[in-house]
C-alpha cells in the first residue's frame, strides 16, 4: 500500500463518516411555523401545538396534545425560556461507547431549547421545544468543530439556538411583550 492509497482511504471515511453524522445530525429537531400574520392575528404551529395570538380580544388560544385552552395577555406572568442539556444515551450507544464516555465531560449531549407562557397561576403552556444533538468525544473535538463547522457552511446542520431565539423574539412581540422569566 502505498502513501496515495492511505491517503484516498482516510479521505474516503471522512466523508462517509461526514455523511453519516450530517444525515443524524441534520434531522429537524423543531418546527415553528407562522401560519398567519395579518389583521391583528398571529397564528403558528411548533411541535409543542398551535397558537393563536389574537391583539383585538389580547388572548392566546392554544390546542396541544394535553391542554386545549385560552388565555389573556393580562393574565400571563410571562414568557419562559429554557435551555437545559440531557445526557443522549441513545445517540451514544448508536455512534459508539467507550471507556471515555463514562466521563460526563465527554458524553454526548443534546440541548433543549424551550419556550413556555406562564400565567399568574403559574400554569405552564409549552409553546416551542427544540433540540440539538452535541457528538463529544476524547481527543476528538477539533474533528467533531470542523465536522460541524463544514455542516453548517454546506447549510446541513442549523443554528437551534438561533432559531429559538428568532421564535422566542417574534412570540414575545405578538402576544403584548410580556416580561422573560
Not at 108 to 128: N, Q
Not at 151 to 170: C, I, T
Amino acid at each position: 500500500m502505498n502513501i496515495f492509497s492511505l491517503a484516498l482511504a482516510v479521505a474516503l471515511a471522512i466523508l462517509v463518516d461526514t455523511a453519516w453524522v450530517a444525515l443524524f445530525r441534520a434531522r429537524p429537531v423543531g418546527r415553528f411555523k407562522v401560519l398567519r400574520d395579518a389583521g391583528g392575528v398571529f397564528t403558528f404551529t411548533s411541535n409543542a401545538g398551535t397558537f393563536s395570538a389574537d391583539q383585538a380580544s389580547q388572548t392566546l388560544s392554544y390546542v396541544n396534545r394535553r391542554q386545549r385552552g385560552s388565555v389573556k395577555f393580562s393574565e400571563m406572568k410571562g414568557l419562559e425560556y429554557r435551555v437545559n442539556e440531557k445526557y443522549a444515551l441513545l445517540e451514544e450507544l448508536f455512534f459508539g461507547f467507550d471507556l471515555a464516555d463514562l466521563l460526563p465531560r465527554y458524553q454526548d449531549t443534546v440541548e433543549w431549547f424551550s419556550i413556555a407562557a406562564v400565567t399568574s397561576e403559574g400554569k405552564r403552556i409549552p409553546l416551542y421545544l427544540s433540540g440539538r444533538y452535541e457528538p463529544r468525544e476524547f481527543l476528538l473535538g477539533w474533528y467533531i468543530e470542523l465536522q460541524a463547522n463544514f455542516l453548517a457552511r454546506a447549510g446541513l446542520l442549523k443554528d437551534v439556538e438561533e432559531q429559538s431565539r428568532s421564535a422566542l423574539r417574534l412570540i414575545q412581540s405578538k402576544i403584548g411583550n410580556p416580561k422573560l422569566l
